[in-house]
């Protein structure tokens, strides 16, 4: 082998730990402690034509991919993880495990990405959708269908961060006959581990949070058992070829070694900034699941162990108010994406095209690593 996994020493699972020791390998012809990376498209065979060491074409499987996909699996509880090449191709695989006809249950406030693959790539296949508020417990049960196949839980929800329950939607999604998936790309398994309360898979953009840095695109599917759900996910990652590539691997890694300091120190700052914000007289709304008022405020407190780095609001005044403060801000950046270490501002509703449901007074913020008071200072200029 090129390289052996160091574990913890003894039974230790504390995801600190796992986090912290994601890339630490030891290469026995050099000592390097981190793991290189596998460039190689293929894999020698041998005499017998076999393939001893595990690997026989990038498609099918890279020692970098691998130890990607083992130690999110461990990070999320689950028993096995399927790595790609964007957060949006992870979903797609999810939703290409369901047959022709079957149905989706989607939260009404979901990444609008997701939302156009179910309404504008599988409806064209068969596979139907429903856009509810799943907050709502009686919007979800008055959802159902006999032909309900999977309820797909984004929590928080992007971009006005509504918190779905996760342990009682799994319920009524198993009562159904139904499949629980819940994308954790904001809380990542830092604050959040659905699969401990009944998810039976959650999908990562690894572009964002376990990246962290703003230097790579990638997916993952962390699935609970090792059957039929992560089977065909797999099929479709290794049939499909929407594989990240051996570097992107190593930078998830990479990232990954800190997830759990930088976040908890996206939700510190976070923290601050929701609460200056709550109480500015030009913000009509704060959505941020960490302020007393928020509706979600306390399944959020049940089930995360922190409110994560992401805050939205509404400017008083419109669309034009929203588009100024974005325009006067010094500090933040106005740009698409998450999870880095630089904090992003973006008015939302512009980018998500014709179905937005977003308010056009919401501006989205990924709150980075920067002092907290630089980021309040320069949301106080720009709000004016």
Same mark, same amino acid.
Not at 46 to 53: K, Q, T
Not at 107 to 120: E, F, K, M, N, V
């Given at each position: 082998m090129a390289c052996r996994a160091e574990s913890p020493p003894g039974d230790i699972v504390r995801r600190e730990t796992l986090a912290a020791r994601a890339a630490h390998h030891v290469d026995p012809a050099t000592g390097a402690v981190t793991v290189p990376v596998h460039l190689s498209t293929t894999f020698e065979r041998?005499?017998?034509?076999?393939?001893?060491?595990g690997y026989t074409y990038a498609r099918a499987g890279n020692p970098n991919r691998a130890l990607l996909e083992d130690r999110l699996a461990a990070l999320e509880? !689950?028993?096995? @993880?399927?790595c790609f090449a964007s957060g949006m191709a992870a979903a797609g695989a999810v939703f290409h495990t369901l047959a022709t006809g079957d149905h989706v249950i989607a939260?009404?406030?979901?990444?609008? !990405?997701?939302? @156009?693959?179910?309404?504008?790539?599988f409806a064209r296949w068969g596979l139907e959708a429903s856009f509810v508020d799943l907050t709502d417990e009686a919007q979800l049960t008055a959802a159902l269908r006999p032909n309900t196949g999977l309820v797909w839980v984004e929590t928080p929800s992007n971009p006005l961060l509504k918190i779905t329950d996760v342990e009682r939607t799994a319920a009524i999604a198993h009562e159904a006959g139904a499949l629980c998936v819940c994308d954790n790309t904001w809380a990542t398994p830092m604050?959040?581990?659905p699969i401990e309360t009944g998810a039976d898979a959650v999908v990562h953009s690894t572009t964002k949070y376990v990246g962290g840095h703003g230097d790579l695109t990638g997916g993952a599917v962390v699935c609970r058992d090792d059957g039929e759900l992560l089977e065909g996910v797999r099929r479709a990652q290794s049939t499909y070829g929407a594989v990240p590539s051996a570097f992107d691997c190593w930078l998830a890694l990479r990232g990954m070694r800190t997830l759990h300091l930088r976040m908890r120190a996206h939700s510190e700052n976070a923290a601050r900034v929701a609460e200056f914000l709550d109480t500015h007289p030009r913000v009509e709304a704060v959505h941020y699941p960490g302020l007393p008022g928020h509706p979600g405020r306390e399944t959020a407190a049940r089930q995360m162990d922190g409110f994560g780095g992401m805050v939205s609001f509404q400017v008083a005044g419109g669309r034009d108010e929203a588009m100024r403060v974005a325009a006067g801000v010094r500090l933040f950046t106005r740009a698409t994406s998450l999870g880095g270490t630089e904090s992003l501002i973006e008015h939302r509703a512009s980018i998500e095209g014709p179905h937005t449901r977003t308010p056009q007074n919401l501006l989205r913020s990924s709150i980075g690593l920067e002092h907290a008071d630089d980021l309040i200072e320069d949301l106080a200029q720009a709000l004016g």
């Open positions: 041998e005499a017998d034509g076999g393939y001893p060491l509880a !689950g028993a096995g @993880a399927a939260p009404s406030d979901c990444y609008h !990405g997701t939302a @156009a693959l179910l309404r504008d790539v604050l959040q581990r």
